[in-house]
């Protein structure tokens, strides 16, 4: 693996008011791996994407992006970030299609070029069929599936996803995580929230935030040779111990 | 510029592909202005009333008539009995009445509705002594009363409601159906995912708002059509003027709308918010079907930050008293001051927000 940095965390922390979110984390994304970034929730994992998103601004410390500060070069971080929630997939009153179209048409891509991209895209999960249908028809498991490629329909540097997989069965899951490869092949580098433990070996390496720090990052082999546990759950049940809080 | 377009053409993608929005949108204002004119009116017009004790060749034969002929009032019948006449109004075939004496005579109304009451007694008053002086010009009556009825002489309330209704419809599709729209994405959680991306907030924003302006200007224009074709109410000022006034209230009307979804993430709180707040202000307090200077004095003050009150007034100088800009000057100032505020304040929250 080519050790070039996708993103680059330093010291950062983000308070609201006395309460750390964050606390004082760092660590370093290479490109085209596939990073997972796991915790219970509470431990602060949605804040620190949001901040790497642009969303939020840290309290203290620094991120690079995609190779560009989050301070004062957001504009240049979204072109070049991808960004999948799994509370909002696609718009349902609009066909697979026309969700496509929007997502490229954001980043300005011109239309010669956008729909080969969509109809490739499509025939690789064998949409083609459903390019016309309203979204609100589909299945959870395929909306997920396309809200994965408008993500990614503008060819992200990095994307980020937040809990892609949440509420899915588990064969579409698996499928799901076929894309994630794909995606990490072509070049893309993959930063992964999960509440799955399954997933967290599935990634190249993994972060365990709790408490708003980060408490272990390594490859999943090494994680759980360090903890000496059998599975990855194994893993996060012995930091999850130690940590103070979390919400229900 | 080319992704403004875009996102335009998803919002109205949005807005057609919801066939109860679609019919809010197109059909309510329609429905009102029906309503409201036909339906909902405080205008009088061929009353029904009966007489008592009348004598054939007599004066009270010529007043009878003269009432008929009017378009306020419509002969029912005559009555043989003032027990039968109880009878007729409490069957409400009637709600005025006129009995002759010997000397005098006793007009007699129904005040369930004390507003109507007072005006079919001056009516009838005003035939009556009309009559009098008609028949003996010598005689002039101890009270002459001259009434002359400005801008509205035939005394209907459309006159009134369609400037009315136009204020509230245009605020209501304008302000409650953008703040819903944008509260939804907010909801959704599709307003993350767009700021996240490279979409500049102000676009975002402004091609949100600019369907629903569209919409409005639909709406402006049946209303102003249904209004005047159909109720036959007078556009005596210029169109152009009309027009122009009104876009600055519809503007305004979508920054309240703005402002109502910076403050909530639902939907629902958006609606309830654009309704309760803003609807209720609007038909209460705007002069629409109750006079603001017969409100209490704390009312009178909350009236003046009710964009709709300004909006309709200024629409009824220019619209029916046929005024030109100089007499709207204080109606635009402040529709211009609320504009103001309003955009400041919800811009000023959606950047704080995004912090």
Known sequence: MTKHKAIEVHNLTKRFGAFKAVDDISFEVYAGEIFGFIGANGAGKTTAMRILCGLLKPSEGKAEVAGFNIDNQSHLIKENIGYMSQRFSLYEDLTV???LRLYGGIYGIPKKELNPRIDEQLQVL???D???TLVETLPLGWKQKLAFIAATIHRPKIVFLDEPTGGVDPITRRQFWELIYQAADSGITVFVTTHYMDEAEYCDRVSIMADGKIKALNTPKQLKIDFQASSMDGVFDAIAKTSKRSEI | MKQFWIFVKKEF???LRDLWSTIIVLVLPILMIVLFGFGISSEMK?????????????????IVENMDQSDFFELKSSYPTEQSLENAF????????????KEQIRLIADATDPNSASTMVAYASGIIGQFFQNQNPSITPKIKSEIKLLYNPSLKGTYNTVPGIIGMVLLLISAMMSSVSIAKEKEMGSMELLLISKLKPMTLILSKLLPYFVLSNVNLLSTLILGHYLLEVPINGSLISILLFSELYLLLSLSIGLLISSVTDSQLVALLLSGMGMILPVVMLSGLLFPIDNMPLILQWLSNIVPAKWYIDGLRKLMIMGLGWSDVIKELMILCLLFTVCLTLSLKRFKTRLE
């Open chain 2, 46 to 62: 061929s009353t029904a009333f009966g007489v008592l004790n009348i004598q054939e060749n007599s004066r009270g034969l010529q």
């Open chain 2, 13 to 15: 993608r949005h807005i």
């Open chain 1, 130 to 132: 459903s390019k016309k």
């Open chain 1, 126 to 128: 064998n949409f083609m």
């Open chain 2, 90 to 101: 409490k069957a409400g075939e009637i709600r005025f009445a006129i009995v002759f004496g």
């Open chain 1, 97 to 99: 299609e026309e969700n």
